[in-house]
């Protein structure tokens, strides 16, 4: 897929309200009945193999936000979304269905939006892989339009990247050190980088000298920002802050702590072994083509540093 493409498709923007679970047994005969006459879902009468083609999209978003204690992690929550398109050039609108695959049971909680599709498990049949299944209805061709959202288990807790710091004083000076790092298991670069550095009351934010060059101090915020545009599976990199104190310390007072956000993501990569397909719907055949694209974001907070 063209890059700018994933990136509108994965933006998390949508007008759609989201959610409220369905499903039913009648979900195939409403929304003929609900586009009857309508371009979107009426199928032809006399249905001749290859001649009825339904060119999709699915775009899915998986966010990750976990936090450190000292090092030791105390939360991981991750989300994802599944957003899908029907595209003009197909020769038909009509429903689809995706197939939802868990084989390693990733998901604890799924919910459908019930504007675009309708939950059909309970007709699984017997040599069908998937986990969950879902009927979908598009209003128009070339929209993206969220269908599924999802909850992830706490059993999985991946790690795409951690960051170590040190503080020192030294009389009326300060130094931070930070490095991040980058897991070697990562499928795919990080990127869009940023790390936002907390600095406390006891800390002259503004006299703030960076190494490498690049750390931006924000008074309001009182935070340094680095930008880095990637980093590839396995690399690291050191990042340096000194400051001023308002006075020296005295051995008993305790160091400094400089919180640290971090936010990044990874193209064509989730966290989740969640696979996803389409095809064609009951009494809707159709050669259905699919394009998949994902990533995940990832938001990284470490504190007591």
Not at 34 to 47: A, L, M
Not at 67 to 73: D, E, M, V
Not at 196 to 224: C, F, H, M, Y
Not at 262 to 274: G, H, P, T, Y
Request: aromatic share 6%; proline share 5%; glycine share 6%.
């Amino acid at each position: 897929l063209d890059s700018p493409s994933v990136s509108s498709i994965l933006s998390g923007n949508t007008s759609a309200s989201f959610f409220s679970t369905a499903g039913d047994d009648g979900v195939l005969e409403r929304l003929k009945e609900k586009r009857k006459g309508d371009r979107v879902g009426s199928p032809k009468i006399s249905y001749v193999p290859g001649s009825r083609k339904l060119f999709t999209t699915i775009a899915l978003n998986e966010d990750l936000i976990c936090t450190y204690h000292g090092s030791k992690l105390s939360s991981c929550v991750i989300n994802g979304v599944v957003q899908v398109q029907l595209k003009s050039a197909s020769t038909a609108f009509v429903p689809f269905t995706i197939l939802l695959t868990d084989d390693k049971e990733h998901i604890e909680a799924i919910e459908d939006n019930s504007e675009f599709s309708s939950n059909i498990s309970h007709q699984i049949e017997e040599g069908e892989k998937c986990r969950y299944k879902y009927v979908v209805t598009l209003p128009k061709p070339d929209c993206y339009y969220p269908v599924l959202k999802y909850t992830c288990s706490e059993n999985l807790s991946p790690v795409p990247l951690r960051v170590q710091s040190k503080v020192r004083t030294h009389g009326k000076n300060c130094r931070v050190a930070l490095q991040v790092s980058s897991n070697p298991s990562n499928a795919k670069k990080l990127t869009s980088i940023s790390i936002l550095l907390s600095v406390p009351e006891n800390v002259l934010g503004e006299t703030v000298i960076t190494q490498p060059d690049g750390g931006v101090w924000n008074a309001e915020k009182r935070s340094v920002m680095w930008c880095v545009k990637e980093l590839g599976e396995g690399e690291k990199f050191l990042l340096q802050a000194q400051f001023a104190l308002v006075e020296a310390l005295d051995d008993d007072v305790k160091i400094p702590t400089f919180p640290v956000m971090i936010r990044c993501q990874s193209m064509s990569a989730q966290l989740s072994e969640v696979e996803l397909d389409c095809v064609d719907a009951k009494g809707f055949p159709a050669d259905v083509l699919m394009k998949f694209a994902r990533r995940f974001r990832l938001q990284l907070h470490e504190l007591d540093l």
